[in-house]
């Protein structure tokens, strides 16, 4: 049982296994140099296959306990922000995000990410299969303006065993590609 006395579950995380953290980071083509976020980091699933690839990690964590566990795991090789997802500060410069964030913050999250001035070059983000299947189909928050600037696509499917605890939901990688600006 973690330092906060309730179980995993009871607060909604459901970390995701390091197999299927692997298998998103690769589907996602990182490549070395690239400035990616991990939203939601926790201790690191995605943050450690990123490392590996050669990025430029920026971990967002607001969890005090996980931030300092990603700290002393990663160290130097990564920068750790303690910050809610809705009040994230982007990057000025292009940048990526592969993460796994909360579910019950995944529309602020797209929100920020997809906002007017956003140097978002792509995401790849494991949601909920059905928040993943409206934002698809167009049917998401601010469709009209997003979808002109972004592709969105169904990336791997995850099954509930892909998480520890398993979610009582299905998840899937929602894909966002920025347009090249010949087709906007």
Same mark, same amino acid.
């Given at each position: 049982?973690?330092?906060?006395?309730?179980?995993?579950?009871?607060?909604?995380?459901? &970390?995701?296994?390091?197999?299927?953290?692997?298998?998103?980071?690769? =589907? =996602?083509? %990182? #490549?070395?140099?690239?400035?990616?976020?991990?939203?939601?980091?926790?201790?690191?699933?995605?943050?450690? &296959?990123? /490392?590996?690839?050669?990025?430029?990690?920026?971990?967002?964590?607001?969890?005090?306990?996980?931030?300092?566990?990603?700290?002393?795991?990663?160290?130097?090789?990564?920068?750790? *922000?303690? $910050?809610?997802?809705?009040? !994230?500060? !982007?990057?000025?410069?292009?940048?990526?995000? $592969?993460?796994?964030?909360?579910?019950?913050?995944?529309? =602020?999250?797209?929100? #920020?990410?997809?906002?007017?001035?956003?140097?978002? /070059?792509?995401?790849? !983000? $494991?949601?909920?299969?059905?928040? %993943? @299947? #409206?934002? /698809?189909?167009?049917?998401?928050?601010?469709?009209?303006?997003?979808?002109?600037?972004?592709?969105?696509? *169904?990336?791997? #499917? !995850? &099954?509930?065993?892909?998480?520890?605890?398993? &979610?009582? %939901?299905?998840?899937?990688?929602?894909?966002? @590609?920025?347009?090249?600006?010949?087709?906007?």
């Amino acid at each position: 049982m973690p330092a906060s006395g309730q179980a995993r579950g009871a607060w909604g995380w459901h &970390p995701l296994d390091s197999r299927w953290a692997q298998r998103v980071v690769d =589907a =996602a083509g %990182v #490549r070395p140099g690239e400035l990616v976020l991990d939203v939601g980091a926790g201790l690191g699933a995605l943050t450690g &296959p990123l /490392v590996k690839a050669g990025a430029d990690v920026i971990a967002v964590e607001l969890h005090s306990g996980r931030a300092d566990k990603l700290l002393q795991r990663f160290g130097p090789k990564i920068k750790v *922000i303690r $910050v809610d997802a809705a009040d !994230l500060r !982007l990057p000025t410069r292009p940048f990526r995000v $592969v993460s796994s964030p909360p579910y019950g913050v995944s529309t =602020a999250l797209l929100k #920020r990410l997809l906002a007017p001035g956003s140097r978002l /070059v792509s995401a790849d !983000l $494991v949601l909920q299969r059905q928040v %993943v @299947n #409206r934002w /698809v189909e167009g049917r998401a928050p601010g469709a009209a303006r997003w979808t002109r600037h972004y592709d969105a696509s *169904i990336g791997i #499917r !995850l &099954p509930r065993k892909a998480f520890t605890p398993p &979610p009582h %939901v299905d998840s899937a990688v929602l894909r966002l @590609n920025r347009l090249s600006r010949t087709r906007r």
